[in-house]
C-alpha cells in the first residue's frame, strides 16, 4: 500500500500504542493532520491554545501513564513556544515526544522562513533531537524514538518532520508494534552487597524518585521498606511514589525541605537510593551529600548507567531498573527502629501549623481536601510559594498522583491537569495555581471545554509573584519592585469559558464551594483569596521583612 509520509507516521503511532496527542495546528505538518482526520477514536488530537500548554500536556500525560506522552508543533515560533514541555518532561525524567513541522529538504540551510536546526537547538535538552531525511526510515527513527523515551532514565524526544517527508509517497511499511523491552535486572552479587551494607547500618534511610515505577515495583519496594523498617524519603515531587499513610514514609526532599529530613539525610550513615538522579532541590543545594564523595554510604541503583556516579561517587552501583530491583530485594534487619519511629512523628508534626493571616487559612482549607479528597485523586501544580499546600500539606495514598514540574516551570499545573483528565475522564483532578502561575496558561481553560477534560482550579489569589516576593524581603527588604500584580476577575474568565467559577473569601466558605465545583458537569475554578502576608505557612511577609532588616541593621 503506498501512502504518505504523514499518513505512515501516524500510522506508526497507533501500532505503537499512542492514544492521544496534544498540539497547535502548523501549515508545517498539514499532512500529519489530515491523517489524524481518519483516526478519531484511535489516536485523538486534542487542540490546545498554545505549544507551550501543549507541550506540558504531553509531559504530564507521559509522566501520569508511563506511556509517551505525544506533542505536535510547527516550525519556529511553534516549537520554541514547545521547548518548555520538552525541558520539564527531561527534568521529570518523564518519557514524551515532540513531532515538529520543518522547512522541506530542498530549502534546509538557508533560514527559511521560520527554520531551526532542531539538532543544536534541542541537543543538551532532549534525550534525542533527530531529523528525518528518507521518508522510508520513518518507522526506524519512530520506533527508536519510542523506545529512547521509555527505556533507560525515561525522558523526552524532538523528531522534526520535513514538509516533504510529510507528503512523499512511500511503500514503506508501518510498525505492527512495540518492542517488548524488559527492565535492567540486578546481579545477585549486586544485591546481597547492598543488603549487607543495609543490614550492617545504624542509621538506614531508603531515597526514592522517579516516574517510571509500577504498581508492582511500587508494591515491592513498600514491603521491603516496611519489613526492614526503614525510613522512606521521596525525592523532590516524587512523594506520590509512595504510600504517604504507611509508617515507614518520612516526607520529601525538595523545595524548602524540612528540617528532620535534611537531618535524616545528614545523619543517615548508609543511603539506599533507588531511581533518583539528585537534583539541586533534593540535596538541599548539593549540601546534604558532599560532591563527590559523600561521608555517608550510598548505594545508587538507576536504569541509566549515566546517572549514576553523574554527581556522587557511590560505595556500590547498581545498573538496573527500579522495578526490577525492588523485586529482588529481600528483608534486613537492624537496630534502627527508634531512628524510623523519630523520623516518622516528626513527619506527622508537619502538617500542624500556625493560622494563617487573612480570611482564607490555607492550613484548615488543606487539612479539609486531606479528609475529603478520593483516595484515586489526582494533584497538579505549577511553581510558586502555593505549592507547599498540595506538595507539604497532603497524603498520598497509593493510588493518588501528584504531577508537579521538577523544572519549577511555572504554568504547568493548568495544562497536566487538562492531559490527566483526558487520560481519566472519571477521577478527581485539582489543579493548585497561584494567580500569576494561573496567568501563564489560562488560555487553556479553552482546551478543556472543548475536549470535555475540565477539572477543579484552586487560584491561590494573593495578588504577588509570591516566591519572588519572598526572595525580594529576604535580600532586599522594604524594596518592592516587579512583583505586584493587578488580575483580572477570575471568576468572569473561567466562566466565559464555560466553566462553574466562584469566589471564596472566607475559611468557612470553602468546604461548601469545593463540593459544588466537585459536582459539577463543566469544570470548576474556585478565586481563593489568600492575604499576601500568608506567603509561607510559617513565617509571615512582614516577618520576612523585619528580620532581614534586622540582619542590615547588625551587620551596619
Given at each position: 500500500?503506498?501512502?504518505?509520509?504523514?499518513?505512515?507516521?501516524?500510522?506508526?503511532?497507533?501500532?505503537?500504542?499512542?492514544?492521544?496527542s496534544?498540539?497547535?495546528p502548523?501549515?508545517?505538518?498539514?499532512a500529519?493532520?489530515?491523517?489524524l482526520?481518519?483516526?478519531?477514536?484511535?489516536?485523538?488530537?486534542?487542540?490546545?491554545?498554545?505549544?507551550?500548554g501543549?507541550?506540558?500536556?504531553?509531559?504530564?500525560?507521559?509522566?501520569?501513564?508511563?506511556?509517551?506522552?505525544i506533542?505536535?508543533?510547527?516550525?519556529?515560533?511553534?516549537?520554541?513556544?514547545?521547548?518548555?514541555?520538552?525541558?520539564?518532561?527531561?527534568?521529570?525524567?518523564?518519557?514524551?515526544?515532540?513531532?515538529?513541522?520543518?522547512?522541506?529538504?530542498?530549502?534546509?540551510?538557508?533560514?527559511?522562513?521560520?527554520?531551526?536546526?532542531y539538532?543544536?537547538?534541542?541537543?543538551?535538552?532532549?534525550?534525542?533531537?533527530?531529523?528525518?531525511?528518507?521518508?522510508?526510515?520513518?518507522?526506524?527513527?519512530?520506533?527508536?524514538?519510542?523506545?529512547?523515551?521509555?527505556?533507560?532514565?525515561?525522558g523526552?524526544?524532538?523528531?522534526?518532520?520535513?514538509?516533504?517527508?510529510?507528503?512523499?509517497?512511500?511503500?514503506?511499511?508501518?510498525?505492527?508494534?512495540?518492542?517488548?523491552?524488559?527492565?535492567?535486572?540486578?546481579?545477585?552479587?549486586?544485591?546481597a552487597?547492598?543488603?549487607?551494607?543495609?543490614?550492617?547500618?545504624?542509621?538506614?534511610?531508603?531515597?526514592?524518585?522517579?516516574?517510571?515505577?509500577?504498581?508492582?515495583?511500587?508494591?515491592?519496594?513498600?514491603?521491603?521498606?516496611?519489613?526492614s523498617?526503614?525510613?522512606?524519603?521521596?525525592?523532590?515531587?516524587?512523594?506520590?511514589?509512595?504510600?504517604?499513610?504507611?509508617?515507614v514514609?518520612?516526607?520529601?526532599?525538595?523545595?524548602?525541605?524540612?528540617?528532620?529530613?535534611?537531618?535524616?539525610?545528614?545523619?543517615?550513615?548508609?543511603?539506599?537510593?533507588?531511581?533518583?538522579?539528585?537534583?539541586?532541590?533534593?540535596?538541599?543545594?548539593?549540601?546534604?551529600?558532599?560532591?563527590?564523595?559523600?561521608?555517608?554510604?550510598?548505594?545508587?541503583?538507576?536504569?541509566?548507567?549515566?546517572?549514576?556516579?553523574?554527581?556522587?561517587?557511590?560505595?556500590?552501583?547498581?545498573?538496573?531498573?527500579?522495578?526490577?530491583?525492588a523485586?529482588?530485594?529481600?528483608?534486613?534487619?537492624?537496630?534502627?527502629?527508634?531512628?524510623?519511629?523519630?523520623?516518622?512523628?516528626?513527619?506527622?508534626?508537619?502538617?500542624?501549623?500556625?493560622?494563617q493571616?487573612?480570611?482564607?487559612?490555607m492550613?484548615?482549607?488543606?487539612?479539609?481536601?486531606?479528609?475529603?479528597?478520593?483516595?484515586?485523586v489526582?494533584?497538579?501544580?505549577?511553581?510558586?510559594?502555593?505549592?507547599?499546600?498540595?506538595?507539604?500539606?497532603?497524603?498520598?495514598?497509593?493510588?493518588?498522583?501528584?504531577?508537579?514540574?521538577?523544572?519549577?516551570?511555572?504554568?504547568?499545573?493548568?495544562?497536566?491537569?487538562i492531559?490527566?483528565?483526558?487520560?481519566?475522564?472519571?477521577?478527581?483532578?485539582?489543579?493548585?495555581?497561584?494567580?500569576?502561575?494561573?496567568?501563564?496558561?489560562?488560555?487553556?481553560?479553552?482546551?478543556?471545554?472543548?475536549?470535555?477534560?475540565?477539572?477543579?482550579?484552586?487560584?491561590?489569589?494573593?495578588?504577588?509573584?509570591?516566591?519572588?516576593?519572598?526572595?525580594?524581603?529576604?535580600?532586599?527588604?522594604?524594596?518592592?519592585?516587579?512583583?505586584?500584580?493587578?488580575?483580572?476577575?477570575?471568576?468572569?474568565l473561567?466562566?466565559a469559558?464555560?466553566?462553574?467559577?466562584?469566589?471564596?473569601?472566607?475559611?468557612?466558605?470553602?468546604?461548601?464551594?469545593?463540593?459544588?465545583?466537585?459536582?459539577s458537569?463543566?469544570?470548576?475554578?474556585?478565586?481563593?483569596?489568600?492575604?499576601?502576608?500568608?506567603?509561607?505557612p510559617?513565617?509571615t511577609?512582614?516577618?520576612?521583612?523585619?528580620?532581614?532588616?534586622?540582619?542590615?541593621?547588625a551587620?551596619?
Amino acid at each position: 500500500m503506498i501512502r504518505n509520509g504523514g499518513r505512515l507516521l501516524v500510522e506508526c503511532l497507533i501500532a505503537l500504542g499512542a492514544t492521544k496527542s496534544f498540539g497547535v495546528p502548523g501549515e508545517s505538518y498539514l499532512a500529519v493532520l489530515d491523517a489524524l482526520h481518519d483516526t478519531r477514536g484511535k489516536l485523538d488530537y486534542v487542540i490546545c491554545r498554545n505549544e507551550g500548554g501543549a507541550s506540558f500536556m504531553a509531559s504530564a500525560y507521559g509522566k501520569l501513564t508511563g506511556s509517551p506522552g505525544i506533542c505536535f508543533a510547527t516550525r519556529g515560533p511553534g516549537v520554541t513556544n514547545a521547548s518548555i514541555g520538552v525541558h520539564t518532561a527531561m527534568q521529570d525524567s518523564s518519557p514524551m515526544i515532540l513531532f515538529v513541522g520543518q522547512v522541506g529538504t530542498d530549502m534546509k540551510g538557508r533560514e527559511a522562513f521560520q527554520e531551526i536546526d532542531y539538532r543544536a537547538v534541542f541537543g543538551t535538552v532532549a534525550k534525542w533531537a533527530v531529523e528525518i531525511d528518507d521518508v522510508s526510515r520513518l518507522p526506524e527513527i519512530v520506533a527508536r524514538a519510542w523506545t529512547a523515551a521509555l527505556t533507560g532514565r525515561p525522558g523526552p524526544v524532538v523528531v522534526a518532520l520535513p514538509e516533504d517527508m510529510l507528503t512523499t509517497m512511500t511503500e514503506a511499511a508501518p510498525l505492527s508494534g512495540p518492542a517488548c523491552i524488559f527492565e535492567a535486572a540486578p546481579a545477585q552479587d549486586a544485591i546481597a552487597a547492598a543488603l549487607k551494607m543495609l543490614a550492617a547500618a545504624e542509621r538506614p534511610i531508603l531515597l526514592m524518585g522517579g516516574a517510571n515505577w509500577t504498581a508492582d515495583g511500587r508494591s515491592a519496594l513498600q514491603a521491603f521498606a516496611e519489613a526492614s523498617d526503614i525510613p522512606v524519603v521521596a525525592a523532590f515531587r516524587y512523594q506520590d511514589q509512595f504510600d504517604n499513610h504507611s509508617p515507614v514514609f518520612v516526607g520529601e526532599a525538595g523545595v524548602g525541605v524540612v528540617p528532620h529530613v535534611k537531618k535524616l539525610i545528614r545523619d543517615a550513615d548508609v543511603i539506599l537510593a533507588v531511581n533518583v538522579r539528585f537534583g539541586e532541590m533534593t540535596t538541599d543545594g548539593y549540601t546534604l551529600l558532599s560532591v563527590p564523595e559523600p561521608r555517608q554510604k550510598l548505594i545508587h541503583v538507576h536504569g541509566s548507567d549515566r546517572e549514576i556516579g553523574k554527581i556522587y561517587v557511590p560505595a556500590i552501583g547498581i545498573h538496573a531498573g527500579p522495578n526490577a530491583f525492588a523485586k529482588a530485594l529481600t528483608p534486613v534487619k537492624g537496630a534502627w527502629a527508634e531512628w524510623r519511629a523519630a523520623a516518622r512523628k516528626a513527619y506527622e508534626g508537619t502538617f500542624a501549623a500556625p493560622v494563617q493571616p487573612g480570611s482564607v487559612d490555607m492550613v484548615a482549607v488543606s487539612a479539609w481536601l486531606r479528609e475529603t479528597l478520593p483516595a484515586d485523586v489526582i494533584l497538579t501544580n505549577g511553581a510558586g510559594n502555593f505549592t507547599v499546600w498540595p506538595n507539604k500539606f497532603f497524603k498520598f495514598g497509593p493510588q493518588a498522583r501528584l504531577l508537579a514540574p521538577q523544572s519549577g516551570a511555572m504554568g504547568y499545573g493548568l495544562p497536566a491537569a487538562i492531559a490527566a483528565k483526558v487520560a481519566f475522564p472519571k477521577r478527581t483532578v485539582v489543579c493548585f495555581a497561584g494567580d500569576g502561575d494561573f496567568q501563564m496558561n489560562c488560555q487553556e481553560l479553552g482546551t478543556a471545554m472543548q475536549a470535555g477534560a475540565q477539572p477543579i482550579v484552586l487560584i491561590i489569589n494573593n495578588g504577588i509573584y509570591g516566591t519572588i516576593r519572598a526572595h525580594q524581603e529576604r535580600s532586599y527588604p522594604a524594596r518592592v519592585s516587579g512583583t505586584s500584580l493587578e488580575n483580572p476577575d477570575f471568576v468572569i474568565l473561567a466562566k466565559a469559558y464555560g466553566f462553574h467559577a466562584e469566589r471564596v473569601e472566607s475559611t468557612g466558605d470553602f468546604a461548601a464551594a469545593f463540593e459544588r465545583a466537585l459536582n459539577s458537569t463543566t469544570g470548576a475554578v474556585l478565586d481563593i483569596a489568600i492575604s499576601s502576608e500568608a506567603l509561607t505557612p510559617r513565617q509571615t511577609l512582614t516577618q520576612m521583612r523585619d528580620a532581614a532588616l534586622a540582619s542590615q541593621k547588625a551587620k551596619a
